[in-house]
């Protein structure tokens, strides 16, 4: 009989996968054997050869998710004549660290019934888990993915789950989480103090109805703690906004079930299918009028981040409540989200009115995925929960590489023969806390894929904490450093999402990263061709009084942009309210004497001008509001568009400008002016692509998260000719950055 060998790569470990080669096999007659190690599966299959053939086959075409089943290898091997069963091996040894650490994955539909069923072992039992759903990216501790090296290890297996665990035809067949009432987790109620008021169902039920009543919750989620309120409660929503200090950013909401957020949002087929994948990410679905949900929740947006319970635990709860609940990450704005118990307890005591915690620990953060579904497909906003670490095979040959990242929106990535490993999403580096993530990150990655970075990558800019580690590593590791400029990493990265091998306009508008010449960019038309980037274009540079504060402060770029565009004077009439009786006078000097007002040519600020200007938002708000209000303003608006003054690829802002005004004064309504701001900056693109003259044009950074400017942008250059790419698979935000700067390392020349 032929005997043959498999090794199989991809998502192959705890996602039920040895149990469905062990069915197969039985079904095909074949006797052999199938165990994990730290490359994949292999599988040893003996048998006649056609019913090999079709064992081979089922492996490569028609695994169930959440299984991904990259590559398959087979070879003959010499028979055992002795053998006569098939058979289940315990894991092998670590060797080369090429597993793929399967993510988080929501819970599956068989768990869900087993949960919602009186009589069941596991009815009602918030951790309820198999090989098809469930924790595991959270709870791994190290290589090979078994109980013992997980969260799990404190929790001895009772009989009935030992024998699910060992029987190779039960879905939870070797699920390493595996628990139940008698032997897993349980939930516990805290007060802010720590005082236990509660356990298991009464828990449950009190923070239930300590929800309805208004309260504020902290849940002990699968990734991380969150923070809870009834999201139809506009009392609720505003005391969370208050202790949080989140004051307009939307809120994303979590429904019972699909019907009840049906009547909330609008629901495409697409959108549908996504809201019930495993990888179940946040929503930005557009909202229906008269629904539910508070209109705090998200104000003047005409999208709500929505998604469905992600595992047994929220299921239960929102069951409980029977309304929608606001879920965002446990932590006060630009922290990151709280995870270990001691720490949460400190950081969300002051936060919540009550804590609703169990006793499996979370061996690291995971926020929630964000997904837009645009009219071209899907957008991923946030990469984290079910999607990280999944290895991306992208065509980057070269050194392995660890590429560390921007400083807001952090990720970090490992590029390892050909793949692309990008960490979860890890927020602001700005706190101790966010830089102490990220170092563990750094480690638990390069544990997990068994690298060894023949190089590092990080931002140009000095002062990032991610610049920092990655000198540190660089110097105790005795690797070379690669420093990429901000936008040029921006390209790459979408360069490198699809493939482009050869030189590409990268159209990078973002709100500010630091320039190859100092100055803060972020309105670039670069040619990037690998390592090398040359600036084709970008926006004429003007000052930002206040520097980093303008961010939050729309009128300092309005101050500074009429500085740069019509000279030191008065503010127009429809900013003057903006500005208290010194302010305009303070920001004006500021500018003429050079004294913080770092320049800029970023397109995010140009945005945030241009919203004053209109009267739309001048003070306050989060990063990317303004250009959002602008965004939404626009609505169904038509088109239009204002001039600029190009010579050689740099763009005066000053005849828009002009423009801008002169609509303000003459009354014409902020949508209009906003539809006429995003037709000019598509011309622009326009003309950039046509300086350029290459064919193919890519989009990137924050700005091109803005679906009526990137269809805008792809349209008009479409009509032209040019092929536009834009970030699907990764982030257009700073989420891509680790990705562009380990393309463009791998790219570099050894000796740069
Ligand atoms: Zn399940
Ligand atoms: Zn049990
Ligand atoms: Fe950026």
Not at 218 to 243: H, I, N, P
Request: net charge neutral; hydrophobic share 45%.
């Amino acid at each position: 009989m032929p005997r043959l060998r498999f090794l199989v790569r991809g998502v192959v470990q705890g996602v039920g996968f040895r149990p469905e080669v062990y069915r197969l096999a039985l079904e095909a007659g074949l006797c052999g054997t199938v165990w994990n190690h730290a490359e994949g599966v292999t599988i040893e299959a003996q048998g006649p050869a056609d019913a090999l053939a079709r064992f081979e086959q089922a492996l490569r075409e028609s695994m169930p998710l959440p299984a991904r089943v990259e590559a398959v290898a087979a070879e003959a091997i010499p028979e055992v004549p002795a053998e006569v069963d098939f058979r289940i091996l315990p894991s092998g040894p670590g060797g080369e660290g090429r597993a793929v650490v399967p993510p988080d994955l929501a819970v599956c539909p068989a768990c869900a019934a087993e949960v919602a069923t009186p009589g069941e072992r596991r009815h009602r039992y918030p951790f309820t888990n198999c090989t098809r759903c469930g924790p595991r990216y959270t709870l791994i501790e190290r290589l090979p993915y078994d109980r013992p090296h997980t969260a799990m290890k404190g929790f001895p297996l009772c009989p009935d789950c030992e024998r699910e665990y060992r029987d190779p035809l039960d879905r939870r067949f070797h699920a390493q989480p595996v628990a139940c009432p008698t032997c897993g987790p349980h939930l516990t109620l805290r007060s802010p103090a720590g005082t236990v008021l509660a356990e298991r169902e009464e828990a449950l039920q009190t923070a239930a109805t300590a929800l309805v009543e208004g309260a504020v919750v902290a849940l002990k989620g699968l990734g991380g703690y969150q923070l809870l309120v009834d999201a139809t409660s506009s009392e609720a929503v505003g005391r969370l906004r208050e202790r949080k200090r989140r004051e307009e950013k939307p809120l994303a909401v979590m429904f019972p079930d699909r019907a009840s957020l049906e009547l909330d949002c609008e629901l495409s087929l697409a959108e549908a299918a996504w809201l019930e994948a495993p990888e179940a990410p946040i929503l930005l679905l557009r909202r229906r009028a008269g629904g539910a949900v508070a209109p705090g929740v998200a104000p003047g947006n005409p999208r709500l981040g929505a998604f469905l319970p992600t595992t047994p635990l929220h299921r239960l709860l929102l069951g409980a409540v029977g309304r929608p609940l606001v879920c965002t990450s446990g932590n006060l704005s630009d922290e990151p989200m709280a995870y270990e118990d001691a720490e949460a307890r400190a950081r969300l005591g002051g936060l919540a009115d009550l804590l609703l915690v169990h006793n499996r620990p979370i061996v690291r953060p995971v926020d929630d995925s964000v997904l837009r579904i645009d009219g071209d497909g899907p957008t991923l906003l946030r990469r984290a929960r079910g999607f990280a670490p999944l290895a991306v095979p992208l065509a980057l040959g070269g050194p392995c590489v660890l590429a560390l990242g921007a400083h807001q929106k952090n990720t970090v990535a490992l590029l390892k023969g050909g793949e692309l490993i990008m960490s979860q999403h890890l927020g602001d580096l700005a706190s101790l806390e966010g830089a102490g993530v990220q170092e563990r990150t750094v480690t638990d990655l390069l544990d997990f894929f068994g690298a060894r970075p023949e190089r590092i990558a990080c931002d140009l800019h000095p002062d990032y904490a991610s610049t920092r580690l990655a000198e540190g590593l660089a110097k105790a590791w005795g690797v070379p450093l690669t420093r990429v400029q901000h936008h040029h990493a921006h390209g790459a990265a979408c360069a490198a999402e699809h493939g482009l091998k050869g030189p590409v306009l990268a159209l990078a508008w973002d709100g500010t990263g630091l320039g190859a010449d100092g100055t803060l960019w972020g309105g670039e038309a670069l040619r990037i061709d690998g390592a090398a980037f040359s600036r084709i274009g970008h926006l004429k540079p003007f000052p930002l009084p206040g520097g980093e504060v303008a961010a939050r402060e729309p009128r300092r770029a309005a101050c500074g942009l009429l500085w740069a565009t019509q000279g030191p004077g008065e503010a127009p009439p429809s900013l003057a309210g903006a500005f208290s009786a010194g302010d305009w006078a303070r920001f004006q000097t500021m500018a003429t004497r050079g004294v913080n007002s770092p320049l800029t040519s970023s397109v995010g600020r140009l945005f945030d001008a241009v919203a004053a200007l209109s009267g739309l938002r001048a003070k306050r708000g989060f990063e990317g509001q303004a250009a959002m209000t602008l965004e939404f303003a626009a609505g169904e608006q038509g088109e239009g568009t204002y001039p600029w003054d190009l010579q050689d690829g740099v763009a005066d802002p000053a005849p828009l400008v002009a423009a801008v005004l002169a609509d303000v004064a003459a009354g014409q309504p902020a949508g209009v002016i906003a539809a006429r701001f995003h037709g000019a900056l598509a011309e622009l693109a326009l003309a950039w692509a046509k300086r350029a003259g290459l064919p193919d044009v890519v989009l990137s950074g924050g700005c091109f998260q803005n679906a009526r400017l990137t269809a805008l942008v792809q349209a008009t250059l479409g009509a032209a000719g040019f092929r536009v790419h834009r970030p699907r698979r990764f982030p257009a935000n700073d989420g891509c950055i680790s990705l562009g700067q380990a393309a463009v390392a791998a790219a570099t020349p050894i000796g740069r």
